[in-house]
Structures are given as C-alpha cells and as structure tokens.
C-alpha cells in the first residue's frame, strides 16, 4: 500500500466543507457532536472527583486530607515527567493525557473505593470473618477492581482516539499517566488516614505511621500501580499494530495484559502474608527486576521509533516533500532540539512552536507508512496521508533550514583516508607554490563528505 508517495505537484488541500465529508459532518446527531462528548464527559469526570473529594475528606478529616494532599502530589511530577520523557518521538496531545490523570485520579479512584468497600463488607457479612474478608479483599478483589477501572481509560483512548494510539509507546504513557492519578489519589487517602492515626496516638517524626507510609508508598514504590497498569498499556499497544482484520489479536492481547496486571497487583498486595519480610522480598526479587525488564522494553520501542523515522521517510524525500536531510534529522532527538533551538534563535518562538509540529507530523507520516507498507493501515490511509502532507508543506519554509543546520550539525563525520599516491593540488605534489602555479594554495585531504548536508 503506498509503496511509492505522491510528488509535490502543488499544495495538498483538506477536505471542502462543502464536500462529502462536510455535508456529512453537518448533518450528525446533536450527541454526535464533539462539544457535546466532551461536556459530557468533562462533567462526569467533575462529578467524580467531587464524589471521591468528599470521600477521603471524610474517611481522613480535613487536616488529614490537607496533610495527605501535600505528601502524595510530590512524585506527581517525576512520573508525568518519566512518561512524557518516553512520548517524546511521537508526543501524543495534551487533552488525552488530562484526560487520562483525571480519569485515574477520579473515576478510577472512585469505582475502586466504592466497590473495594462493598465487596468486603459483603465478604466479611457472608464468611463472618471480618479479618479473612479484608486479606481476600486486598489480594483479590482489589486487583481486579483497580485495574479493570484503570484500563478503561487506556480502552477509551485507544476507541475515541485511534489516531493518537499507535504503538506500545502511546498504551505505556496512557495507562502511566492514568495510574499516576489513582495513586495520587490512593496516597492521600492512606497518608491522611495515618495522620489520623498518629494524632490519636501522639506519635511524632519518624517513629509515626505517617513517615512509615509516606517511606513505603513514595519513596520505595511510586512506581507500584504504573507499572501495573503499563502492562494493560503494552497490551493495547500491540492490539493498535495489528490489522482491522485481525479481531482476535486486537481482543486477547489486550486481555492478556490486563490479566498479568491484575496477577502483579495481587503478587504485590498479598507479600504481606508470605512472613515479615515477605513485602521487602517480592519487592527486591520481583518487582525491581520487573520495574527494570519493562523500562528497558519502552525505551527500546522508543528507539525502535526513532529507526522507523529514519527508514521510512527517505521515501517522501525522494518525492520532494521533504529535503534529503531531514530523514536524518527527524530521526535524532538531539537534532530535533537543535531545530527548534535554531528557529527559537533565529526566528523566535512562534517558528521553534512550528518546528516542533512539523517535527510531530512527519513522525506520525512515517508511522502511518510503515503500518501502510505492513498492510496494517486503515482504510482512510489515503487521506490521513494527504492531511500530514498537507501539515508539513504549510510549515516547511520554517522548518526545512532549521532541520538542515540540525542535520549538518549532528551528522556523523565520514572518516576519509589519505591516498597513498600524490594528488593534484596538495602540498608536496606540486611544490610550495600549489597546484597550477597559484601561491599559497595548500589542499589537505579531501573534506568528508557530509551526505546530509543540503
């Protein structure tokens, strides 16, 4: 499909309004509308949170709340920062992450309180063993309530936002950002819940139950529930590689990871019961390898990406959309910062801002052309293909030098032996004077030849 792209004849043009498309648009179905979908669902995530806010004020009380508050929002920003890090060759939109977070810290957080509850207390009536209800419910039901909640927002995106869902990468930084918000939540309702405990107690500094459980939950495993639910992500990220006609592939993979993030979670819950050391054990002989397998994996996909970039490209250069040197320079990470450091420098920051979209787009160009040449591309590939074109062409006066001085900048230097016979124009080959009788001419060794230079 696509083996070969269209040359640049003239600029591509979406779609007319009043086209096919347009009309189609026009007449929809006032729930059809995206104002609507969004107000419905920005209220549902608003009702949430104030539901899930009463909650924990009232199982910590308000100084516990505040105190929990100020304790769990401080790996907030180190997590948001490790996935946005990995989103960086494809950053996906700021709205799906939004998203994502309030999801986790309100929906999720919700479901997860109100069925956690009820389902231990149904347990604990049945079995009239409260103690033998409360470990089923941790090692159990937890698990499989928290991250069925928390893989609904990796499913949603992953349905409602196709385009922005390509790869292991995006499922990784989806169910990051969504299980980030859970346990911001989770921590300030366990923090508050220990500050509550020692004002009953009088138990200060670091003998309190505070300072205990702000060790083991934010210092120790801030990476407890993320790493849970990227396995959910994972499996979402491969179901978005395979084909439309592969249902089967597209359904169990998902399923699969969804089942090991619940047999994780519940591996991590139930240490507690393996003796008094059991948590610290699973801790160092399960979950740290596990945390450092699973790094390594998304940041060789990230790699992976990144050759993508460079093998597909090349092809559009070809064609005259792009210059021979941007293929290279879309391709490094570090060239792409220089880009937009040179647009900043020379053209302010308006044009690094143009930079940094013609530097998405093509990514997304070349990630729509490998699924394309995979025959995993959507029916729509054709159109998706003229609408990132179109996007480039509009930035490319901006973006073509900056990516160029990137390219010339970052290229690797072609290391060029000296032959062992003389060479017209060389000192020594033709005495002091230089080739041709011109004084002063001294030529060395032929410069390398730099193939990206433009």
Known sequence: MATFPPYPTYPPQPPHPGGPAGRALGHAHWWQRRGVRYGALSTLLALSGLVILALVRQQTGTEGFLVGLGLAVLPVPLLIAAFRWLDRVAPGPWRNLLFSFAWGACAAALIAIVANSFATRWIATATADPSSADTLGATVIAPVVEESA??????????????????????????????????????????????????????????????????????????????????SGIGFGLAATAADRQHARRVLIPLCGLLLAMGMHAMWNGSS?????????????????????????????????????????????????????????????????????????????????????????????????????????GADFSVRERELLAELWNRREIAGPALGYAARATAPPVPVMAPPWPMPGAYGAYGAHGAHGYPGYQAGPYPAYNPYQS
């Open 273 to 377: 019961t393996f003796g008094e050391f059991g948590f610290f054990a699973v801790y160092a002989v399960f979950m740290v390898p596990a945390f450092g397998l699973l790094t390594w994996l998304v940041i060789w996909t990230r790699q992976r990406e990144l050759r993508t970039v460079r093998e597909e490209l090349p092809a559009y250069a070809a064609a005259g959309w792009l210059t021979p040197a941007e293929p290279f320079a879309l391709g490094s990470m570090r060239a792409r910062r220089l880009a937009r450091d040179y647009a900043a420098h020379h053209y302010g920051k308006p044009a690094a801002q143009a930079v940094l979209q013609y530097e998405a787009y093509a990514t997304s160009l070349a990630f729509l052309r490998h699924r394309g040449r995979r025959g995993r591309a």
């Open 150 to 231: 928390k893989a609904a927002a990796v499913l949603l995106v992953f349905l409602f936002r196709r385009r922005d869902f390509t790869g292991i990468v995006d499922g990784v930084v989806i169910a990051g950002i969504t299980a980030t918000g859970f346990a911001f939540t989770e921590n300030i309702l366990y923090l508050g819940t220990a500050f509550g405990t020692d004002q009953l107690t009088g138990d200060r500094g670091i003998a309190s139950v505070t300072a205990a459980t702000f060790f083991v939950r934010v210092i120790m495993s801030p990476f407890a529930h993320p790493l849970f639910t990227v396995l």
